[in-house]
């Protein structure tokens, strides 16, 4: 059988301590989420070897700002591709090719198309290591099957309401495999 190497590991949580279990299913993590809201326990968190739809909903998180990042840049990008090139062409060279004239907009479209994706895409990226503040280095491995096969939900000691024979019992009551306690 494959056993990754410890620095393969992705699930990491700051050197907090808490408790977390293990899940084998997505229903079963969305299922776990929604108790957990609903018990009060505040700042806990979900970890899932791919996307989980409606794990966001469950958890009870907000809608992210990215996408207003992605569109404002990338409408910054089509105006500053398209205006370089009018501006280059109207004013600053204004040469008279093969008789277009100069606003020839239906030859800027493909710089115009292509700036407006690496605006919208490289400041989406930058914003979204600056809103969750990655890359963190000094983070432990909680579990190696976390990420890989597994589904792991995590309350950590600063949750309202923790107490850490409540959480281990409540985590266990849900359906949990694996509880195990982070100091």
């Not at 293990?22 to 989420?33: G, K, R, T």
């Not at 907009?105 to 990226?125: K, L, N």
């Amino acid at each position: 059988m494959y056993t990754p190497k410890k620095e393969q590991f992705h699930t990491f949580q700051e050197t907090e301590s808490g408790v977390f279990g293990l899940f084998d299913s997505p229903a079963q993590i969305i299922e776990a989420a929604k108790k957990t809201k609903e018990k009060g326990y505040t700042n806990f968190d979900c970890f899932t070897p791919y996307p989980v739809h409606g794990l966001d909903d469950a958890m009870g998180l907000a809608r992210s700002g990215l996408p207003w990042v992605t569109l404002f840049m990338g409408a910054f990008g089509c105006i500053t591709g398209f205006g370089m090139q009018y501006l280059t062409h109207k004013y600053d060279w204004p040469l008279n090719i093969s008789g277009k004239s100069l606003n020839a907009w239906f030859a800027y479209i493909p710089i115009t198309f292509e700036f407006t994706v690496f605006m919208a895409g490289v400041c989406t990226a930058m914003a979204l290591f600056v809103v969750t503040k990655l890359p963190k280095v000094n983070r432990k491995v909680l579990h190696p099957d976390i990420t890989t096969d597994k589904f792991a939900l995590w309350i950590p000691s600063n949750s309202a309401n923790y107490s850490e024979a409540s959480v281990t019992e409540f985590i266990k009551n849900l359906g949990s495999k694996h509880v195990e306690t982070v100091k």
